[in-house]
């Protein structure tokens, strides 16, 4: 039987990955801050990585899949990794500095993949600049959508934990 606290911790994601599907702004999207999540929530790590990546990969099934999903799930796995962290003391500073540092992540590494992948720049220095610089009104929705998902996830959570008893930590989390 699933507890409520994990049933929570999952319908939150669950709802996030959802709104992938909903007309947004580019890159103003959930992805970031529900890895985030996950590894501040979920004790099992195998956990923290499965149940959000399974959750982007369905989402990804509906939207489609490209040639930089590799770069995409690599940041992905690794904002995860960052959660871990942020699990030892989930304050709004850290999990604002996660937010930031996961965007930065998700920035390097995709557009890394688009130069690499896409055949859309030069493979040289001036290429690879040209990329990231093409990349930056992307980074900036990037940042701004993790940093609104964020606060919507752990602050329900910490909602939930503070108000309602059945939500508290209980044995299964650390």
Not at 91 to 110: D, E, K, M, P
């Amino acid at each position: 039987m699933i507890q409520p606290r994990m049933a929570l911790i999952v319908g939150l994601i669950a709802v996030a990955v959802l709104t992938r599907l909903l007309p947004h702004p580019p890159n103003f999207v959930p992805i970031a801050a529900i890895a985030l999540f996950g590894g501040a929530y979920f004790a099992d790590k195998t956990s923290a990585f499965l149940v959000p990546l399974i959750a982007l990969l369905v989402s990804d099934a509906v939207l489609g899949f490209h040639s930089t999903l590799a770069f995409v799930y690599l940041a992905f796995a690794l904002t995860v990794a960052i959660g871990f962290w942020v699990r030892r003391n989930r304050s709004g500073l850290r999990i604002f500095s996660a937010a930031l540092l996961s965007s930065v992540l998700f920035y390097l590494l995709t557009n890394l993949g688009v130069w690499l992948v896409e055949g859309l720049y030069p493979k040289d220095g001036a290429g690879l600049v040209s990329c990231y610089m093409a990349g930056i009104p992307f980074f900036a929705m990037t940042v701004l959508g993790t940093l609104f998902y964020a606060t919507l996830l752990f602050g329900t959570m910490g909602f939930a934990e503070r108000y309602i008893p059945i939500f508290r930590e209980q044995s299964i989390l650390t």
